[in-house]
């Protein structure tokens, strides 16, 4: 990480309207793996910058310097600085600021500027959950027909599952968490996605698999409140 963090830094230099980029995911936490993982950046943007101005001079050097890791894509999510005072109400509502925050802050690396993880609110987990199982129904519905998004949907829906249970988000405490649960389809799923993304079923298998495990973490929540 060294390596890349010196390549971009070499490279990119100051870029206008850029307030931070930040390295975070699985390349931070050590369970990154060649040809089935992304590598995750997050450009904080002044207010007044024009994001596809940024992202264009940001871009080429990050897919330049993360070449040799040989990611499955480059991801550059972006936000407004003023909007992580609260990004689920006033920006995007990235998982990684929102449902996955904690793995972010314990997991990231700040290339350029200023780390921004103080700005942040920490939101509750349980009171954010209905939000991100109703984002991942619409998500459902939208990309319906498109395969490669189904993948990623049960990808995602089988690693929140885990991290319900009290898995972290590393591949092999999602991969023990889903065996523990014994729930076949998902470690299908998730075991699949290990071996480099080869998640090869019907849309229907991933429709419906979506639907139950979304219901079924529903009403997970739904118990936990009331006994609580």
């Known amino acids: 990480m060294i390596g890349l963090i010196n390549c971009i830094r070499r490279w990119l230099g100051r870029v206008p309207g850029l307030h931070s980029l930040i390295l975070y995911g699985s390349l931070v936490r050590g369970d990154y793996?060649?040809?089935?993982?992304?590598v995750d950046f997050f450009a904080v943007l002044e207010d007044d910058a024009k994001p596809e101005k940024v992202i264009s001079k940001?871009?080429?050097?990050?897919?330049?310097?993360?070449?040799?890791?040989k990611p499955v894509e480059v991801d550059i999510a972006w936000e407004w600085l003023s909007n992580l005072h609260d990004p689920l109400n006033l920006g995007y509502p990235y998982k990684f600021l929102t449902v996955y925050q904690a793995d972010f802050?314990?997991?990231?690396l700040v290339v350029l500027g200023e780390d921004i993880t103080e700005?942040?609110?920490e939101y509750r987990v349980e009171d954010i959950l209905p939000g991100r199982l109703d984002s991942i129904l619409r998500n459902l519905e939208r990309f319906s027909g498109n395969m490669k998004m189904l993948h990623i949907l049960a990808g995602e829906t089988a690693r929140l599952m885990a991290f319900l249970h009290g898995s972290s988000l590393r591949k092999g405490d999602v991969l023990e968490k889903l065996e523990?649960?014994?729930?076949?389809?998902?470690l299908k799923i998730y075991r699949s996605y290990l071996m480099g993304r080869k998640m090869e079923f019907s849309g229907r298998f991933l429709r419906d698999f979506i639907t139950k495990?979304?219901?079924?973490?529903?009403?997970?929540?739904?118990?936990?409140?009331?006994?609580?």
Request: glycine share 2%.
């Open 119 to 121: 700005l942040l609110p």
């Open 213 to 228: 495990r979304v219901e079924r973490m529903k009403k997970l929540k739904a118990t936990s409140r009331t006994s609580s």
């Open 33 to 38: 793996l060649q040809g089935t993982s992304d």
């Open 58 to 69: 940001v871009r080429p050097v990050l897919e330049e310097c993360t070449e040799s890791l």
């Open 105 to 108: 802050r314990e997991n990231h």
């Open 180 to 186: 523990e649960l014994k729930d076949e389809e998902a």
